[in-house]
């Protein structure tokens, strides 16, 4: 009897055209979280995300920012704004590249798992509305229902690929017979832990990378309202996290695309 097998999906960039977490920067002005300043502090460091073009000083003066926003916000008032807002800030980002391949995968008796270092209050619900049937995602540590601030754990290059590799423990995952996209170079070791890696709308040095290894190259360039599409197969009974809680990502995906120029310079 043949091992089962999964599909490992990057969130940003992958299956939606931007940040997760920073497309609910206008929600969360909105909730009364963050202030008119930081949604257009937001909006610049979602251009810098897209086009890659801040030096690491920039990045590292958002990362900082982001980052020490987030301490002391609700944890029930983020999980209600997302929960409040998923479909219509995340709708018309959803590729349909992205939202064919995991209906591909689900038709074809794959799990389907997403792997993002954004927080879960924000990959979970996505993940949800998607039909995923697990999610890895970066943890904030909570006390007294509030975020401190501090990371409790990172989704994040290599942390991406211990994940897999544990999921596939858990779940008895053949992972030579399993699928990753990303278009990411820091997801490189994820891409590396299947049998099946795939570049989508990557990075020059994903692309790099791509080419020597000879994995394929997808592109992605259609963003659709998800709900406009034919319902996805239903997903498990749960979402199960590996890793639950937190909107970290908001400066986690920031210090990443900054450690990426730096590891490509």
């Not at 490992?8 to 963050?34: E, M, N, V, W, Y």
């Not at 590729?95 to 038709?107: G, K, P, T």
Request: overall charge negative; proline content about 5%.
């Amino acid at each position: 009897m043949s091992r089962p097998t999964a599909a490992f999906f990057d969130l940003d960039k992958t299956i939606i055209a931007k940040s997760s977490t920073l497309a609910f920067s206008k929600p969360f002005q909105a909730g009364g979280l963050i202030s008119r300043r930081a949604v257009l502090r937001s909006a610049y460091a979602q251009f810098v995300y897209l086009v890659g073009g801040a030096d690491h000083d920039q990045m590292e003066k958002l990362r900082l920012f982001l980052s020490q926003l987030v301490g002391g916000w609700d944890v029930a008032t983020v999980r209600e704004i997302v929960g409040d807002t998923l479909h219509h800030v995340v709708d018309p980002l959803v590729y349909d590249e992205a939202v064919s391949l995991i209906e591909e995968h689900r038709l074809a008796g794959r799990d389907v798992v997403i792997v993002s270092t954004s927080g879960s209050e924000v990959v979970e619900p996505i993940g949800e509305m998607l039909g995923a049937d697990h999610v890895v995602a970066t943890r904030l540590e909570i006390v007294e229902g509030r975020y401190t601030g501090e990371i409790e754990y990172y989704a994040y290059a290599e942390e991406k690929a211990n994940a897999v590799r544990q999921l596939a423990e858990e779940r008895g995952y053949d992972l030579d017979e399993c699928y990753a996209y990303s278009d990411s170079i820091t997801d490189v070791p994820m891409l590396e832990a299947v049998g099946h890696p795939y570049a989508v709308n990557p990075d020059r040095d994903l692309r790099k990378v791509a080419t020597t290894n000879g994995w394929p190259v997808l592109v992605f360039v259609k963003p659709v309202a998800l709900r406009s599409r034919v319902p996805l197969p239903p997903a498990g009974p749960t979402i199960a996290a590996l890793a639950v809680g937190g909107i970290a990502a908001v400066g986690g995906v920031l210090w990443a695309s900054a450690r990426r120029r730096r590891e490509g310079a």
